[in-house]
Nanobody
């Protein structure tokens, strides 16, 4: 499956952004999907994941209560609503898809990745 992210940009601390990830190709498969981020000089980290049905979601502790992941399978799109953004959220955000489910995707070894979208939060 091919993934294309959009929605990144620059926002002041406390602001909001919504990222979108459009999937194309083998979209009939039951992919778990999620978001990772990589800040300059740091390793890529898991941010949020959602099961194919949308019934299960997982978040890294640092974004719980601020970020919300959702998906619309009819539109082949997964979203990441980011509220109360902090300068520490500044990173390139990547979308990922994994047939093996969220637990496997969290390991960061999914076969499908987007090209990334930059999110910059100014203080």
């Amino acid at each position: 499956v091919q993934l294309i992210e959009s929605g990144g940009g620059t926002v002041q601390a406390g602001g909001s952004l919504r990222l979108s990830c459009l999937a194309s190709g083998r979209t009939k498969s039951t992919y778990a999907m999620g978001w990772f981020r990589q800040a300059a000089g740091k390793e890529r980290e898991f941010v949020a994941g959602i099961s194919w049905s949308g019934s299960s979601t997982y978040y890294v502790d640092s974004v719980k209560g601020r970020f919300t992941i959702t998906r619309d399978n009819a539109k082949n799109t997964v979203y990441l609503q980011m509220n109360s953004l902090e300068p520490e959220d500044t990173a390139v955000y990547y979308c990922a898809a994994d047939l093996r489910g969220i637990a496997a995707m969290q390991l960061g070894k999914s076969d499908s990745w987007g090209q990334g979208t930059q999110v910059t939060v100014s203080s």
